[in-house]
């Protein structure tokens, strides 16, 4: 999900025009939050309407725009007058409020800074709250203790920017719907660790760069339709080596050389041995068994 927002939002070209809920309104300037690929953004408004419209908190408005930085007013869609009707206000000296709102049946609870940002809001109807930031950072801390972020469904980040996770001990992100299986990836100073029943990777391109490496399992199986191994020493060791291949062709610059018990060579054709020296020694004795054999 979070590929695909970055993909859209990050695009100059991004068009939408969809219903918004002014959340702030001051000074003739308003803030409009819309949702977009499953998330909730709140961007400045500027009104394009050829109608005085002042902007109100908690109007539906219809917004269009190019980027998430900022729309246009072009329709109002529901004032919020029938919903002021019914809004309790609790105000700080500063400005600051808690606001109590009934907008088309749904009660709305929402906390605005005295700039008329809003920061916290509760809908009663869905049972969702959404916490805000329209200036500055969110930070949360517990210096002395854990933090806990628990959710009885799923948990989404997305994030215009960058996504940093770091920790001075450990780190691990680890899924088990069952005790005796899970997968999980944990980080900590002496390396990092992959459990898992199956990995799979897809790439269009991979670089990998190992100063040491060890594979151990009970098979291994790779099919290429072309590769290629430079290597400054290769050793083999295996108690039976198989293989098949149409053509083979090996070059050897200098020495080629077989130690072994016994050697059979079974050709279905024709045997060919060509050099500039040929020497064959035998300890005991040399046969040659053919129906014809040329000498010279």
């Known amino acids: 999900m979070l590929h695909d927002i970055n993909q859209r939002l990050n695009t100059q070209n991004i068009q939408f025009t969809k219903p918004a809920t002014i959340t702030r309104a001051a000074n003739g300037e308003a803030q409009v939050r819309i949702e977009l690929d499953n998330a909730s953004f709140n961007i400045e408004a500027t009104s394009a309407l050829l109608v005085p419209y002042t902007p109100s908190l908690g109007d539906t408005v219809l917004v269009t725009g190019e980027s998430i ?3 246009y007013i072009i329709g109002v869609i529901d004032p919020s007058a029938k919903a002021n009707n019914d809004c309790q206000k609790i105000s700080a000296k500063n400005g600051a409020k808690a606001l109590c709102k009934n907008i088309d049946g749904r009660e709305i609870i929402s906390v605005e800074n005295e700039q008329g940002y809003l920061l916290f809001e509760y809908d009663a109807n869905e049972k969702k709250s959404k916490i805000y930031a329209p200036q500055g950072d969110l930070s949360l801390n517990a210096l002395h203790g854990n933090i806990d972020l628990v959710s009885g469904k799923n948990i989404r980040c997305s994030s215009l920017g960058n996504i940093m996770l770091e920790s001075a001990t450990a780190a691990q992100i680890r899924v088990a719907p069952k005790e005796d299986k899970q997968s999980a990836i944990s980080l900590s100073d002496k390396g990092i660790v992959l459990s ?3 990995i ?4 269009q391109e991979a670089k990998f ?3 040491k490496g060890l594979y151990e399992g ?3 199986k790779s099919v290429l339709d072309h590769s290629k191994l430079m290597v400054g020493k290769l050793e083999t060791v295996a108690s039976r080596i198989l293989e098949r ?3 083979v062709y090996r070059t050897v610059d200098e020495l080629q050389q077989t130690k072994a018990n016994r050697v059979r060579t079974l050709v279905d054709g024709a045997y060919q041995l060509k050099s500039e020296t040929s020497y064959i020694e035998s300890k005991k004795s040399v046969k040659i068994d053919a129906e014809k054999i040329h000498l010279g």
């Open 200 to 203: 799979g990777v897809n790439a």
């Open 69 to 71: 930085r900022h729309c």
């Open 218 to 220: 009970q098979s291994f």
């Open 209 to 211: 760069q190992i100063k």
């Open 245 to 247: 291949a149409k053509n």
């Open 196 to 198: 898992s029943d199956r």
